[in-house]
């Protein structure tokens, strides 16, 4: 099964900060990467999907990068609708699978 | 609209079974694969395993295997979940998310959940 590390687990930021999160897979998942935003109670959101590409909808102040087993979800200008936990995720290999998570909060 | 639409929340004892359900409108629901995601209270998001609804294969996850079943019921365009006998630590609310078969797409459509509380 592939691994996710996700890092930080929780971080602390102010509005119009610049966050970014890093995931890391234990093997090759060329850019089956995505990442989901939840918030507390909510269903989870698709931000970006194939590693860098916007899912329709999403504030162009998310981005995503990486391919092979670096991969990294910036939020530029962080608002205040942005304070969620953020997950990636793979679908290059069965099972898929979930990062464990990336908390952020209001400093 | 598009949208998937689960079943309500559910209040079960250990050892009895379960059925819930996803239904999806507003697009072709074949064109899918199904999957579900559990979320323990308090945790992460975990990955349980999928179905092709066009031709009902599955895979599940190594910690799901032999404890779930998934079925599809197209002429209704419903995906269902079922355990036989439920456990204290199934527990948990249940998503079910579409993704396209092909290319490195996510989970664009989201179920919005059912919570599952199994209690003696």
């Known amino acids: 099964d592939i691994q996710m590390t996700q890092s930080p687990s929780s971080l602390s930021a102010s509005v119009g900060d610049r966050v970014t999160i890093t995931c890391r897979t234990s093997q090759s998942i060329k850019t089956y990467l995505n990442w989901y935003q939840q918030k507390p109670g909510k269903v989870p959101r698709l931000l970006i999907y194939?590693?860098?590409s916007l899912q329709s909808g999403v504030p162009s102040r998310f981005s995503g990068s990486g391919s092979g087993t670096d991969f990294t979800l910036t939020i530029n200008n962080l608002q205040p609708d942005d304070f969620a936990t953020y997950y990636c995720h793979q679908t290059y290999s069965v099972p898929w699978t979930f990062g464990q998570g990336t908390k952020v909060e209001i400093k | 609209e598009v949208q998937l639409v689960q079943s309500g929340a559910e209040v079960k004892k250990p050892g009895e079974s379960l059925t819930i359900s996803c239904k999806g409108s507003?697009?072709?629901?074949?064109?899918?694969?199904i999957s579900w995601v559990r979320q323990m209270p308090g945790k992460g998001l975990e990955w349980m395993g999928r179905i092709d609804v066009s031709d009902s294969y599955t895979n599940y996850g190594p910690s799901f295997q032999g404890h779930v079943t998934f079925s599809i019921d197209t002429s209704i365009s419903t995906a269902y979940l079922q355990w036989s006998s439920l456990k204290a630590s199934d527990t948990a609310m249940y998503y079910c998310?579409?993704?396209?078969?092909?290319?490195?797409?996510?989970?664009?459509?989201w179920g919005q959940g059912t919570l599952v509380t199994v209690s003696s």
């Open positions: 194939a590693a860098s």
């Open positions: 507003g697009y072709s629901f074949a064109s899918y694969w």
């Open positions: 998310a579409r993704r396209t078969g092909i290319s490195a797409a996510g989970f664009d459509l």
